[in-house]
């Protein structure tokens, strides 16, 4: 049983900063982080790709937030870190970790979500 969990979700103002980190935990499984994910979704509108992290450490980023937004790991941790500066309003939704991960006993690779956390900047 693998279970992926957002945490450092926030209310801040705006130009302010917050760290997003993904982290998973296995019962009995060892894992092992592959791609991963940061998507985003907003009230009333569709969940979007923010960011992406190769497991080599190639990243690819939205536009509304290139040079505002960093992804990173860890690989032997297994986390992945959404690190947010210069905070806009429209930033304001739902963030998702989404990661592809495998198990280390069958090889196979799944993709989990995990719950959501809330980001809300005031202006």
């Known amino acids: 049983q693998v279970q992926v969990m957002e945490s450092g979700g926030d209310l801040v103002q705006a130009g302010g900063s917050l760290r997003l980190s993904c982290a998973a935990s296995?019962?009995?499984?060892?894992?092992?982080?592959?791609?991963a994910n940061w998507y985003r979704q907003a009230p009333g509108k569709q969940r979007d790709l923010v960011a992406h992290?190769?497991?080599?450490?190639?990243?690819g980023y939205e536009n509304s937030v290139k040079g505002r937004f960093t992804i990173s790991r860890d690989n032997a941790k297994n986390t992945v870190d959404l690190q947010m500066n210069s905070l806009k309003p429209e930033d304001t939704a739902v963030y998702y970790c989404?990661?592809?991960?495998?198990?280390?006993?069958?090889?196979?690779?799944?993709?989990?979500w995990g719950q959501g956390i809330q980001v809300t900047v005031s202006s």
């Open positions: 989404n990661v592809r991960i495998q198990n280390r006993d069958t090889s196979r690779y799944d993709d989990y």
């Open positions: 296995a019962s009995g499984t060892m894992i092992r982080f592959d791609v």
């Open positions: 992290i190769t497991r080599a450490g190639s990243t």
